[in-house]
C-alpha cells in the first residue's frame, strides 16, 4: 500500500491528511488495529529509529515511549530491581526482557508518559503487551507481534487501540523532505552511527575512566537526543533514560529540567514515597500525580485536609526540603549527554547535582576551558566528540 488516509493532521482542523511514498513504493508501516493520527505517526517512525539503533549499539532489545515528537523515556531490556518493579508497577508480569526495556521506558517519567505513543525494537511478546494494557496509552509499534500480543492489545480501548507493524529491513532514502509554509526543504537523511569510537575516544577532562557501563550510558544518551526535539540533554542510569529535557531555547533550562526529571524518578524510589499508602480503587494516573505533587514544592495541594482523604489512606508527613536533598544526594553514576556543546560551566554545575559523573557533548564552545575546568573540579569523566545532534 502506497498511501494511508490519516484522522486529520497535527490539529482536528488540518484536513485532509495522509501520509505516501513519494516513490511510489510501498509503505513500510502496516495498520493491524486502529486508526492512525498525524502525530502518532511521527511519534511511531522517531521511535522506532530511536529503538533499532538502541538494539545496534547495545545488543539489548529496546523501547521507547514518545509524547508530541520527544522521547518521554527510552530503556534498553536489563533486569528490574526490587523497587524498580515497585515503582513502574509490573507486578502480575512475569517480565522478559523487552517487558523490562517498556517498564524502564514508561516509568522514567510517568506522567509525561501518559497518553504515549510506544516504540519497540523486537517482537512484542505476551508480557509486554500486558505491561501495555495497564496505561494510557495512544498505540504501539513494532516490528511483529506474537499472537496473544496482539489478541492482548486489540482488546485495549474498546477495540480503537492503534497497533503498527513495521518492516524491520526498510531502509529510507538517502535525501528526505519537508514541507513548511509551502516551502519545500531537502537535507540527507542522518544514518549517522553512534558508538564508542566516534562518541567516547575523546576524553578531555583529568578524569580519563569510563566503565563499560559508563560507556553504555553515554551512548543511549547520545541516541536518545538524536530523536529529541533540540535544544535537548538526556540523563542516563543503568541502561534507561532518567531525565530528558527537550525543546528548551536555551541548553541550562534543558539541564534543569531533564536534572529536574531525573531527581523525581530517583525521590520516587525513597522509603518516604515507596511507603505512601493510597486509598483503594485510586486511578492510576490520579496515584501518579499525587506522587509527583508530594515530591514536589506544592506537596500541601494534596496534604490539606480535606484533600489527602481522598488520596491517602494514612496522611504522610512532609518531605522535606533537607529530607529530599539527603536522598538525591545518594543517586550517582549518572550520565549525561547533550545535543550541542555546552557554553558554561553552569550546565556541568547542574548536572552534578543530580549525580552525574560521566558526560559526552560536542564540544566546540569559547568557553569549553572553563567547562573542562567545571568537570574537572568535580573529578567527572569528559568526551568532546565533534557531534552535533539537532532535531526538529
Not at 493532521?9 to 486508526?35: E, W, Y
Not at 519545500?184 to 575516544?201: P, V
Request: charged share 25%; net charge negative.
Amino acid at each position: 500500500m502506497n498511501e494511508l488516509q490519516l484522522k486529520y493532521g497535527c490539529n482536528p482542523n488540518q484536513k485532509p491528511a495522509r501520509v505516501f511514498m513519494d516513490d511510489g513504493s510501498d509503505l513500510p508501516i502496516t495498520v493491524l488495529n486502529g486508526r492512525p493520527g498525524y502525530i502518532n505517526l511521527l511519534d511511531a517512525l522517531n521511535g522506532w529509529q530511536l529503538v533499532k539503533e538502541l538494539k545496534e549499539a547495545t545488543g539489548l532489545p529496546a523501547a521507547t515511549s514518545f509524547k508530541h515528537v520527544s522521547p518521554a523515556g527510552a530503556a534498553v531490556g536489563l533486569p528490574l530491581s526490587d523497587t524498580l518493579k515497585q515503582i513502574y508497577f509490573t507486578d502480575g508480569v512475569e517480565l522478559t526482557p523487552l517487558a523490562c526495556a517498556y517498564a524502564r521506558a514508561r516509568g522514567a517519567d510517568r506522567m509525561s508518559s501518559f497518553g504515549d505513543f510506544i516504540s519497540l525494537s523486537d517482537e512484542c511478546d505476551e508480557a509486554t503487551a500486558l505491561l501495555i494494557k495497564k496505561e494510557v496509552s495512544d498505540g504501539v509499534l513494532a516490528p511483529s507481534y506474537s499472537e496473544k500480543a496482539l489478541e492482548i492489545l486489540k482488546a485495549k480501548k474498546n477495540g480503537n487501540y492503534l497497533v503498527i507493524q513495521i518492516d524491520p529491513n526498510y531502509v529510507p532514502a538517502d535525501l528526505e523532505k519537508k514541507q513548511v509554509f509551502g516551502v519545500t526543504f531537502e537535507q540527507g537523511h542522518n544514518f549517522l552511527k553512534i558508538d564508542e569510537q566516534s562518541a567516547l575516544s575523546n576524553i578531555v577532562t583529568k578524569n580519563k575512566t569510563l566503565s563499560e557501563d559508563d560507556k553504555r550510558n553515554l551512548i543511549i544518551s547520545l541516541i536518545v537526543l538524536k530523536y529529541t526535539q533540540s535544544n535537548s540533554v538526556c540523563f542516563v542510569k543503568d541502561g534507561q533514560a532518567i531525565g530528558i529535557g527537550a525543546g528548551q531555547q536555551s541548553r541550562v533550562h534543558c539541564t534543569r529540567l531533564a536534572g529536574q526529571k531525573a531527581d523525581n524518578w530517583w525521590l520516587r524510589q525513597s522509603p518516604k514515597v515507596l511507603g505512601l499508602q493510597f486509598v483503594d480503587g485510586i486511578k492510576r494516573a490520579d496515584r501518579d500525580n499525587a506522587i509527583d505533587v508530594y515530591i514536589g514544592e506544592e506537596y500541601m495541594d494534596v496534604l490539606a485536609e480535606g484533600k489527602w482523604q481522598n488520596i491517602f489512606k494514612v496522611k504522610p508527613s512532609v518531605f522535606t526540603r533537607e529530607e529530599k536533598a539527603e536522598w538525591i544526594s545518594k543517586n550517582t553514576n549518572v550520565a549525561l549527554g547533550s545535543d550541542a556543546f555546552f557554553p558554561f560551566g553552569d550546565n556541568i554545575e547542574r548536572a552534578r547535582k543530580s549525580g552525574v559523573t560521566v558526560i559526552a557533548q560536542p564540544g566546540g564552545s569559547v568557553r569549553d576551558d572553563q567547562v573542562i575546568e567545571t568537570a574537572d573540579s568535580y573529578n567527572m569523566t569528559m568526551a568532546f566528540n565533534g557531534i552535533r545532534l539537532f532535531h526538529h
